[in-house]
C-alpha cells in the first residue's frame, strides 16, 4: 500500500495482478468452466479478518455471498497449498498461479484485482548516493505488471 504517512519518498514500481483460480480437481468435481461459474456455490479460501482489506477479501464480499468459506489464511502459500489440494477457489498472485500447470485463472486476473508496487524510501536516506543510484535506475524503468 502507497503511505500515508512518514517522511518518505514514494515512487511507483509496477502492478501485482491476481486472480481468481481453482485446481482441476476442483473444477473437475464442480463443473467449473472459465467465465461460467457461481461464486456463491463454490468454497473459498480467503485471507483472515487482519488482511482481508489488503488483498481478495473486498472482492469476494462483492462476488462471492453465500459461498462457504473452506480456509482463512495470512499466507500466500497456505492459499495456494489449499487451492492445489482441491479446498476451494482463491485469489492468488498471477506471476505464482499462472506457473503450475494444474492451477486455472477463471475470469482474467484484471477482473479481480490489481496492487499497485511502491518504491518508498525515508526522506533521509534518499539522498545517499547508493540509494538515489537505485531509486534514479527504479524510476526509469517503465512500470509493468510482475
Known amino acids: 500500500m502507497r503511505p500515508t ?3 518518505v519518498v514514494v515512487r511507483p514500481a509496477g502492478i501485482w495482478p491476481y486472480g481468481l483460480y481453482a485446481s482441476s480437481a476442483y473444477r473437475e468435481a464442480h ?3 472459465p467465465g461460467q461459474f457461481d461464486l456463491s456455490r463454490l468454497a473459498i479460501i480467503t485471507w483472515t479478518d487482519q488482511y482481508a482489506q489488503l488483498r481478495g477479501g473486498p472482492w469476494f464480499a462483492r462476488h462471492a455471498r453465500g459461498a462457504t468459506v473452506a480456509l482463512t489464511s495470512d499466507s500466500v ?3 495456494l497449498a489449499a ?3 482441491g479446498a476451494g477457489v482463491a485469489i492468488l498472485p498471477s506471476r505464482v498461479a499462472d506457473r ?3 492451477l486455472m485463472c477463471l475470469p ?5 484485482l490489481s496492487l499497485d508496487l511502491f518504491l518508498v524510501v525515508h526522506r533521509d536516506l534518499a539522498r545517499t548516493a547508493r540509494i538515489r543510484a537505485v531509486m534514479d535506475f527504479l524510476a526509469n524503468v517503465p512500470p509493468k505488471r510482475f
Open 31 to 33: 463443473g467449473i468452466k
Open 5 to 7: 504517512s512518514g517522511d
Open 83 to 85: 487451492c492445489k489440494a
Open 77 to 79: 502459500r497456505v492459499h
Open 108 to 112: 482474467r486476473a484484471e477482473q479481480v
Open 100 to 102: 503450475d500447470s494444474d
